[in-house]
């Protein structure tokens, strides 16, 4: 019998995806409540504050999404996603309470070290949970259009609550919604973390997921497109409200228009980019959006008018979602099941960095060189990181590749596989097990990853 398509037919995806929504509804309603509190606390510094607490989320996510996503293997990974849920909602219910600036800084990295622990193993969880690719790339679309959703509804939402209680209560309302979406995950039933053959110090462990990602030829491509993402969105992200404001005099709905402008070309390209990842590869497309990306920061370059922006912003929108929405698919392609939390933690971890460079730069470019420079300067820059991802991204890219094992001997936690087809003698207990054995000289051709046993991409497709 034929398996739908349809990932919101598998019940653990849907107690997932309702997880993640009702998280993302909740932390939205929290970003509205610490501009309420930072302008309470530092008044005319508001502005300065809440730059300075995202550069902390974006320190927290490249710095500790590594160690969460190359130790977690040890634990378990329901209780994990549990305890994560849980001690958000605890910390979050103390930002309120802050009295002083520091601990604004304080409790918001900390909540953001726990969110780069959450954020990629739940995402390492979902292939998981659904091996069809078909199935987990409308899954990706889903959660594509759950955090354009969020962006757009969460302002909203916080300004209808808040016609029934203070900024404050929105902090009570995210730890409900984190309470809630941890009694989801507990209440579903998740494959069992596969053991890893990793075997190295606690360094090499943590460590493990950026080196093997930046060994992979496809996985440099992904982090040169998401340089260009990160350019595009924080043009939009950090220097709308100055164009349109400043130069075009318009309102504050306005703003909030041409935000969601963006919103929707996003939300638009994920509802039809599974159709069409049926068909075209992923390179393609991600190819694609960043031409995209490219073309309308150039057009913001020539000074549009309102009307225009709108367009320009739907086309960027539509650009970034084409790079973002497949990039699950090439992750979880190029990694083996036991290390996916360690590879999509890289992704994070790699992808954040690129935001944490180019959030300041829009910010200062646009300040002080203007609006129309700063897009010139950024369309010029998505063009190099596109034309960078094609070279390091191989058109021809194989998933099997023929390659050569050196005959070696060590001891490593394994099952028999292809890699392990050795002789027993009845010690060595249940897969997987550790005991010395030995590999001789092998060339064969298989799905390749970089792992235990293939720690070097392969020269070409035919070494």
């Known amino acids: 019998m034929q398996t739908s398509i349809n990932p919101l037919l598998d019940s653990r995806f849907r107690k997932l995806f309702a997880a993640q929504v009702i998280a993302l509804v909740g932390t939205g309603l929290s970003t509205v409540a610490l501009a309420l509190l930072a302008y309470d606390l530092a008044g005319a510094e508001a502005a300065v504050v809440l730059g300075t607490v995202l550069a902390f989320k974006m320190i927290a996510y490249v710095v500790f999404a590594p160690v969460a996503g190359g130790l977690v293997h040890r634990l378990r990974r329901k209780r994990f996603l549990v305890v994560m849920d849980l001690s958000r909602a605890c910390l979050i219910l103390a930002v309120p309470f802050a009295t002083a600036i520091w601990q604004i800084y304080l409790l918001v990295f900390l909540l953001n070290l726990l969110s780069a622990g959450f954020k990629p193993v739940f995402s390492a969880t979902i292939p998981d949970i659904l091996p069809d690719e078909r199935q987990y790339t409308r899954a990706l679309a889903y959660s594509r259009l759950a ?45 069992a973390q596969r053991p890893t053959e990793r075997e190295s110090s606690t360094w090499g462990q943590i460590t493990f997921g950026i080196r093997a990602y930046l060994k992979t030829p496809r996985l440099r491509g992904l982090l040169a497109f998401y340089m260009g993402v990160a350019a595009a ?112 933690s890289a992704q994070f971890s790699l992808s954040h960095a690129c935001w944490l460079v180019f959030y300041p730069l829009a910010g200062n470019l646009g300040t002080y060189l203007g609006i129309e420079i700063t897009a010139l300067l950024f369309a010029l820059s998505v063009m190099v990181f596109t034309a960078l991802a094609a070279m390091l991204w191989p058109a021809r890219d194989q998933v099997a590749l023929l390659h050569t094992h050196p005959a070696i001997a060590h001891s490593h936690l394994h099952t ?22 030995y590999h001789p000289r092998l060339a064969h051709t298989h799905a390749y990853v970089i792992d235990e046993h293939h720690a070097t991409w392969p020269a070409s497709p035919h070494s």
């Open 416 to 437: 028999h596989d292809v890699h392990h087809d050795h002789a027993h003698h009845g010690w060595e207990g249940s897969e997987p097990h550790s005991h010395p054995h």
């Open 147 to 191: 955090y354009d959703l969020e962006n757009l509804l969460s302002p909203t939402l916080a300004a209808l609550a808040l016609l029934f209680a203070s900024y404050t209560g929105l902090f009570t309302i995210n730890a409900a919604a984190f309470l809630v979406s941890a009694g989801l995950i507990a209440a579903s039933r998740l494959p």
């Open 233 to 344: 969105s924080a043009m939009v992200i950090v220097n709308t409200v100055m164009y349109v404001r400043d130069d075009l005099s318009g309102s504050e709905f306005d703003v909030a228009l041409t935000l969601a402008a963006a919103g929707c070309g996003s939300m638009l390209v994920a509802l039809g980019l599974p159709t069409l990842l049926d068909r075209i590869t992923d390179r393609t497309v991600m190819l694609s959006g960043s031409v995209l990306m490219t073309v309308g920061l150039g057009l913001m370059a020539l000074s549009p008018g309102f009307a225009g922006m709108l367009a320009i912003w739907f086309l960027i929108g539509a650009g970034w979602s084409m790079v973002q929405t497949p990039a699950g698919r090439v992750v979880n392609r190029s990694s083996a099941p036991a290390d996916r939390p360690a590879y999509f």
